[in-house]
């Protein structure tokens, strides 16, 4: 067998695994928010900005509008945010937080650093290996996005 093609000298694999306990992690205090992981992903990104167009959510979040849409229609629907046209270009749609997705926002601080914080707490990483490790990931994700 070629070494090249076993499982454990994968780092895509170690990636994969980490991103789907990670995600798995977040689902008790997302679930107490009545979120998914994806729309919170769309909230930060609101709560950094908000009244954003689709396209930039999209291009923030590193996925296709017709990805986030639905998720937005779902979020809509949940009155965590409203869309409306754009005003100079009415094929834009421009995603606001609505007062309940404002809120949201000190709710989910309350909740998930320390949740997380209290998760991680007997991993033997420091806060600088998370920020080093960051940084090392961005540079993947540059590569291969812009490829």
Known sequence: ???????????????YTA???????YT??????GITY????????????????????AHRLVLETNTV??????MEKLCIVSRKKGESD??????????????MEEQA???IPAGMGETLKVCPLQIEDYT???????????TLKNK
């Open 38 to 57: 994806p729309q919170y992903l769309v909230l930060m990104v609101l709560w950094e900005k908000d009244c954003q167009p689709v396209s930039e959510i």
């Open 69 to 74: 849409t639905p998720l937005l229609q779902r």
């Open 1 to 15: 067998m070629h070494s090249e093609l076993q499982l454990d000298n994968q780092i895509c694999f170690r990636l």
């Open 28 to 33: 008790p205090m997302l679930t107490e928010l």
């Open 132 to 142: 080093h490790l960051a940084s090392e990931l961005d540079m993947i994700i540059d």
């Open 19 to 25: 991103t789907r306990l990670i995600t798995q992690a």
């Open 109 to 111: 601080y309350k909740l």
């Open 90 to 103: 009415k094929r834009q749609q421009i995603v606001s937080l609505t007062e309940k997705g404002r809120e």
